[in-house]
């Protein structure tokens, strides 16, 4: 993987799986990868804070995660606007956000566990996107 980073924005799932276990591809793809630069958004910061407090999560680790493993991008459209905008890209229309984000963010791949909930054809067609799975991109990376 020499020269550029591969760019690649993180679906909240797998950063909440990543605080769960430390022995997943989730954990392995942010604390152990090189050569990727990840990223999130503003939404997407709003909701694991959400879902750390409901789960009673650490949200100390999850801050030093975002710190320390991320970039965070601006969305500065409403989350109404998100929805109308994305609303092709994903079949639960609360994951649109995530696809404004990995749009802006220019990234090649969208990991997430949650790959049903998007459509992935039309990702790729219109954005250069790749979905994928934590475990299916670590396999990715491995292969190069």
């Known amino acids: 993987m020499a020269g550029k980073s591969i760019q690649v924005f993180i679906d909240s799932d797998v950063i909440i799986s990543s605080l769960l276990s430390t022995s997943g591809a989730a954990y392995t793809l942010l604390h152990d990868t090189k050569g990727i630069k990840l990223y999130l958004s ?14 009673q999560l650490n949200p100390k680790k999850l801050q030093k995660t975002i710190n320390t493993r991320f970039t965070t991008v601006k969305i500065n459209q409403s989350y109404e ?15 649109a956000h995530i696809v404004a984000g990995a749009k ?9 566990y ?9 990702l790729r067609q219109d954005f250069k996107i790749i979905l994928l799975t934590p475990g299916w991109f670590l396999q990715y990376l491995r292969s190069l």
Not at 44 to 54: D, H, K, T
Not at 81 to 95: A, G, M, P
Not at 104 to 112: D, E, G, N, R, Y
Not at 116 to 121: A, D
């Open 42 to 55: 503003n939404f997407s910061s709003l909701e694991l804070e959400r879902v750390v407090n409901r789960l």
């Open 81 to 95: 606007k998100i929805q109308e905008q994305f609303i092709h890209y994903v079949r639960d229309v609360d994951d």
């Open 104 to 112: 802006i963010a220019k990234v090649t791949f969208l990991i997430s």
């Open 114 to 122: 949650n790959i049903r909930h998007f459509e992935s054809e039309k």
